[in-house]
């Protein structure tokens, strides 16, 4: 909500507070003050000019050469582009030395020739945005009303040396939607008086209920509605300083009608309809339900289909306004209006809410609405617009209201004591305290004893329980006011759980190994939900998607740093590696909310080790991401219990990927994507991983055990194994380590070979073993007896033989 302190003054008296101090204390009783600001507080020098003499610019088609009175002794010739500037107008003219919004400073220039002695304004140019702009001024120069005075500061004309705080209210504080609930707010603050308008306006002779008969059939979506008839209307703008506090409240002004319109709804919080009652077509309101598939053009000039759930304002037969949310364009004021029909009404909020969402029209009579109004306000709004079309519109209104309904809006009455007052907030209230915050608040309250029996206006709407009032006594005598105490009891410092620690190190391991985190969207597609998948379940979908790409709730984290990867590379950012924790969703039977497990996992590509000097680079591939992976399970202390097992994954490289466990339990996997896959990514090899943290996290790692420093020497024995080409070298060193027993302390592979010199089918892959005993130094005939056994143990199990 945006609040005009000079609109604001007409209200509650402000003297003697600076507008600093006022939004300290507003948001000090628990409306928070995002920011308060004073428009034209930087322009200097812009006054109001009256332009004498207007002809074309002699060496420039677009240009005009315009003779301008500012008050200051003999006119001034200024060269003006605006399209709509023209002799006889007023208009604001920034002289030599002004300054403008963004540092601008107008200095005497010569525009192809012609002497310029300032310059004349556009709004825009004097720092209103383009949308809350007039439209006939929107293209070109703003014009001020024929009684302008010349020589006047344009800024104070146009208000913008006004102070505009704007207020971050939550929902339930909607009376502050308008600058009556505000002065009752900061007048309870301040201790001061409110003063309200007292509408007096003219009667005609003729009645209301000659012109327009109401009907109301959705009496739970609308419960009262009221009409007044204007006639004799004259349509055109409205006065400058109600435009202006329009403009400063974020509304642009249209017409005197639908200005004085918006402007009861900024001061009353009710919003208000002006229909042009001969475009109407009847004599008739009938409030209803829409038809399904019914059809309305709005004033947006867009054809809104209908359903049942949506509430329309109707001719009778045709729908003329989409209730609470917006008009029709068929009924709409124009410039030959003469005579309309003002509607203030009640309309259900949840109702109003349901047609705003739906067709994405929400606007600030919706939003109000929603939050709800004030229903004991539904009529005095009604009659302060009559008056001000009376009064800037030359309307002639129509004896009598039109009502249909009728509203029960009773105060609500709440019975507190002030021992609970004071139990609650820990304070020593007096009831004469406590009976002056009411009094403040414009609650009347009767006391008896400890008792005090609240009676609530309906304008606030908020208050409903003793906790609401006491809320009302703590904000209004001072949150900082409230003792201060210490818990009580004993306190023991926070702590992360054993699985937060896991993962901190987990995250400071990854980005230390050179991978960069990612957080993607936990929402995907149909077509992506299966990809890359570790438990494929049905789709978890979202009932109202934001788009079909988002949709489902993702069951892998890979698909979307794909996608990031695939950006990044696209923007010639070609060497990378990422990483993400996060949750996917797996759908359970039986169960309508979906499990959510925490999954790790990372994609590299490229380059991963550029060693330019040398003239060395290393590519990332599957033994890259490979050592990542060894080094954060051994980090963890889980290295031994890991084992890697070949596989063929949906969307993975049939030859290039494997699946890891841990301790029995799969764990996830590891490989290329599918090529297939990074020609659709726009990709070069990509390789991926994904785990399960829970089983990562949760698992538990032996206790570090320390051996000292071997003192004696150990034996290493080299052999060349010769296998079928589909022995796994995994299952190999597997056997060699079961055989081994106590002595053999180390297996590593290094060396792999392929070619003429083996049988077709076979493949050679070199083991070396190291043997040692920490009591004695081996012999060789201890090494060579257990060194036979693995030799046979290979052989047996897998047929292998030493290569010669």
Request: proline share 4%.
């Amino acid at each position: 909500m945006l609040v005009s302190l000079k609109w604001l003054q007409d209200y509650v008296d402000l003297s003697g507070i600076s507008e600093k101090d006022l939004a300290e204390k507003i948001t000090r009783s628990g409306i928070e003050v995002e920011s308060v600001e004073i428009p034209g507080e930087h322009i200097k020098n812009v006054v109001i000019g009256h332009v004498l003499k207007c002809e074309k610019h002699p060496a420039a088609d677009k240009l005009n050469k315009c003779l301008v009175d500012i008050g200051e002794g003999e006119p001034v010739q200024i060269i003006c582009g605006a399209p709509n500037v023209a002799a006889g107008q007023k208009v604001a003219v920034a002289k030599p030395g002004a300054r403008l919004p963004g540092g601008i400073k107008i200095k005497k220039a010569k525009l192809r020739g012609e002497e310029s002695n300032g310059m004349i304004c556009s709004l825009q140019e004097l720092g209103i945005e383009g949308k809350l702009v007039p439209k006939e001024f929107a293209e070109g120069i703003f014009v001020f009303p024929d009684d302008a005075e010349v020589g006047a500061d344009a800024i104070t004309a146009l208000n913008l040396d006004d102070c505009i705080i704007e207020l971050g209210l939550t929902p339930n504080r909607s009376d502050c939607l308008s600058m009556l609930g505000v002065a009752y707010e900061v007048a309870a603050i301040l201790d001061r008086d409110v003063k309200l308008p007292h509408p007096v306006y003219h009667e005609s002779t003729e009645k209301a209920s000659d012109y327009i008969k109401v009907t109301v059939e959705a009496k739970e979506d609308n419960p009262f509605y009221v009409a007044k008839v204007v006639k004799n209307v004259k349509i055109g703008p409205s006065p400058l300083w109600m435009q202006a506090r329009l403009m400063a409240a974020g509304i642009r002004p249209h017409n005197n009608v639908v200005d004085i319109t918006n402007y009861i709804m900024l001061e009353y919080g009710q919003p208000l309809h002006a229909f042009d009652y001969d475009r109407l077509g009847s004599k008739e309101i009938l409030v209803r339900r829409a038809y399904d598939g019914e059809e309305i053009v709005t004033l947006d000039d867009v054809k809104r289909t209908l359903t049942t759930e949506h509430l329309v304002i109707t001719n009778g037969s045709k729908p003329v306004a989409l209730a609470g949310v917006m008009g029709g364009a068929n009924s709409e004021v124009q410039q030959d209006t003469t005579t309309v029909l003002i509607e203030s009404a009640y309309f259900n909020g949840t109702t109003i809410r349901k047609a705003s969402k739906d067709h994405s029209l929400r606007s600030e009579a919706s939003a109000r609405y929603e939050k709800g109004v004030d229903p004991n306000r539904v009529k005095a709004a009604a009659e302060r617009a009559v008056e001000l079309l009376e009064k800037y519109a030359g309307a002639e209104v129509l004896r009598e209201t039109v009502v249909a309904g009728d509203l029960e809006a009773e105060p609500k009455k709440i019975t507190i004591s002030l021992s609970k007052i004071n139990r609650v907030l820990g304070t020593n209230l007096s009831s004469q305290d406590v009976v002056d915050i009411f009094r403040r608040l414009r609650f009347t309250v009767e006391t008896s004893d400890d008792l005090f029996t609240v009676t609530v206006p309906t304008r606030r709407g908020d208050i409903t329980i003793e906790e609401d009032l006491i809320e009302e006594v703590a904000r209004l005598y001072g949150y900082d006011e409230l003792p201060k105490t210490l818990p009580v009891g004993a306190a023991s410092p926070g702590g992360l759980t054993p699985y937060q620690q896991k993962r901190r190190v987990v995250r400071k391991f990854l980005e230390g190994a050179g991978l960069y985190q990612a957080i993607t969207y936990s929402l995907t597609s149909r077509d992506m939900v299966h990809q890359f998948v570790l438990d494929k379940t049905e789709p978890v979908e979202i009932a109202m998607p934001m788009s079909e790409e988002r949709s489902i709730l993702r069951q892998s984290l890979v698909p979307h740093l794909l996608e990031a990867v695939s950006y990044n590379v696209a923007r010639q950012n070609d060497s990378i590696g990422l990483y993400e924790i996060g949750s996917v969703f797996l759908k359970q039977i039986g169960q309508e909310l979906p499990q959510e497990d925490e999954h790790i996992a990372g994609a590299i590509t490229g380059v991963w080790e550029a060693n330019e000097w040398q003239g060395e680079q290393k590519l990332a591939d599957f033994f890259v991401l490979k050592g990542i992976l060894e080094g954060l399970f051994a980090k963890l202390g889980l290295g031994d219990a890991v084992e890697w097992k070949k596989a063929e994954l949906p969307d993975m490289h049939p030859g290039r990927t494997a699946e890891i466990f841990l301790n029995g339990k799969r764990l996830g996997f590891i490989g290329q994507v599918h090529p297939q896959k990074q020609k659709q990514l726009d990709l070069k090899e990509t390789y991926v991983f994904e785990l399960k943290a829970s089983i990562l996290l949760n698992e538990q790692a032996l206790e570090l055990q320390y051996d000292s420093i071997p003192r004696f020497p150990s034996i290493t024995r080299d052999i060349a194994l010769v296998v079928d080409k589909d022995t796994e070298a995994g299952k190999l060193q597997q056997i060699i380590w079961q055989a081994g027993g106590k002595l053999l302390k180390e297996v590593r592979i290094f060396d792999l070979y392929e070619g003429e010199h083996l049988q077709p089918g076979k493949k050679s892959i070199a083991f070396s073993l190291k043997y040692y005993d920490p009591d004695k130094t081996l012999t060789d005939e201890e090494v060579m007896n257990v060194h036979e056994k693995v030799l046979a143990a290979v052989k047996e199990k897998t047929g292998a033989e030493l290569r010669s």
